[in-house]
């Protein structure tokens, strides 16, 4: 039964332990294989011994992930930052897109969707201005933050303050896009030609795909900062 490759071993645990940014782990895990290729080769003992000396001289794998998680989890912070701000683009113009549709095609509102419109359109415009509120103060927090040398507890705190504001804007956007959905739908279902509906529905569809998209964007970021905080733990 073959023996049991320390430097394998090594780059398993070290790939584990930056489960946070897989595209980092990726690059880490073979800058690590071939530096430690080569200790292997420089040392004379050879064999199990070789590699783990080659191991023990390359560094505790968890302190290193530390190394690199601050800046990757910044740079993903900022990143959720920005597909807030535009998701919050795209659906506004998806929305205007709809308005100057309706208007070029003299399609006005029927006297049982007023109503309906009249509390609808105050919400989603309250909804949206949440949503915009929230994300550029999340923008406006994570571009003044530095990344330290190692993670630490307190610079994961103000991450996790960035991500809950994103979370916070995502969630009055999708509040303010679920109601324009049904608004929409029910003017779409009492149009005399379906036709004239297909670029109303089409700009639904972009606004939820949007709003679909940053919830996954963000629900990505917290399993990567649930990864990146386990390495502060004992």
């Known amino acids: 039964m ?3 490759s320390p ?19 990726r690059r880490v895990r073979r800058e690590a294989e071939d530096h430690l290729g080569e200790a292997v080769e420089r040392d004379g003992a050879g064999g199990i011994a070789a590699e783990q000396h080659a191991v023990a001289a390359f560094g505790e794998p968890r ?10 989890m910044l740079a993903q912070t900022r990143r959720v930052g920005a597909a807030t701000m535009a998701a919050l683009a795209g659906i506004y113009l998806a929305m205007k897109g ?8 003299q399609w006005g509102l029927s006297e049982e969707l007023k109503p309906m419109n009249a509390i609808g359109v105050p919400f989603i415009r309250a909804a949206f201005i949440t949503a915009l509120a929230g994300a550029v103060v999340a923008c406006a927090y ?11 507890r307190a610079f994961g705190r103000e991450l996790r303050r960035c991500v809950v504001l994103c979370t916070a804007a ?3 956007l999708i509040g303010a896009v679920a109601i324009e959905a049904v608004l929409t739908a029910f003017r779409l279902a009492l149009a005399e030609f379906p036709a004239v509906a297909l670029v109303p529905a089409l700009t639904l569809v972009a606004e939820l795909a949007l709003a679909s998209a940053l919830v996954l964007h963000i629900q990505a970021v917290f399993r990567r900062a ?3 905080a386990a390495l502060l733990e004992e």
């Open 142 to 152: 994570i571009a003044t933050r530095q990344a330290p040398a190692e993670l630490h």
């Open 7 to 25: 430097v394998a071993d090594y780059l398993d645990t070290l790939t584990r332990a930056l489960a946070f940014d897989p595209a980092l782990a």
């Open 63 to 72: 302190a290193l992930a530390r190394q690199y998680a601050a800046a990757s």
């Open 170 to 172: 995502g969630i009055a």
């Open 2 to 4: 073959p023996q049991p």
């Open 98 to 105: 709809r308005i100057a549709w309706y208007e070029l095609m």
């Open 226 to 228: 649930r990864y990146a």
